[in-house]
């Protein structure tokens, strides 16, 4: 027997398939979907999410922040790769390390003392060859995630490799500030140490709270900026 919000998904997903909702329509927000389903606006988001991993719609919250590329918004939870391909943009990539390590400040913030972690940095250039961005991403080294330094990426994109491990995020928190450029990561991206860069913190997990991943990006603020949407939302 399906589950309330599968069932959901399913009547949503036939409906998008057969026409009935316009490519890049809304569909009914979550107060309008919860009295058509006679659920709650949990059951209609856990639907929603699952429309959003089958690539059906694209979901944000009514009170949320979307990262700008070009006054393009950017759905960064796909990763940088797939949502910039998403938007048409053509940066290339550079993977500056992927190893093993230990950082125990990390563990003790995310509840996961002692965890050992599979750190991956990358480096995104625009066409001329400037570096735009910079991101450190921190997974757990379970399972298959273990050999990445060894086997490297699938396909090129941690979130595949993510989601071939069996780690599909279900929710997360962002946290975004300015940060000045230290020596290291002025080097890396080309630029002057104390540069103001836009930096942004994400952090995933499962449905059942198994941590995910935990990414830090730096930004060049030429390209990216955040954008704040208000209203009711879906």
Known sequence: ???????????????????????????????????????????????????????????????????????????????????LAREGISLSVRVVRIELIRDEQLAEQLHVPGMEMIAID??????????????????PADGKLRDLPLSGLHQDSLQSTLRDAGLVPHHGEELVDVGLL??????????????????????TWTRSGHWIEHVESLLDPQHFRLRFRLGDGQ
């Open 1 to 83: 027997m399906k589950l309330k919000h599968e069932a959901i998904a399913e009547a949503l997903a036939a409906e998008i398939r057969a026409g009935l909702h316009d490519r890049g329509s809304r569909l009914a927000g979550e107060h309008e979907l919860a009295k058509r389903f006679s659920t709650s606006r949990t059951t209609v988001r856990q639907a929603l999410a699952v429309l959003h991993e089958a690539d059906l719609i694209s979901t944000a919250p009514g009170r949320g922040s979307f990262v700008m590329y070009d006054d393009r918004p950017l759905d960064d939870r796909l990763g940088w790769t797939r949502a």
């Open 182 to 203: 230290t020596r290291e990561e002025a080097k890396l991206l080309g630029r002057r140490a104390g540069t103001a860069f836009l930096h942004t913190r994400r952090t």
């Open 122 to 139: 990358r480096v995104r250039y625009v066409p001329n060859g400037a570096a735009v961005s910079l991101e450190r991403s921190r997974v």
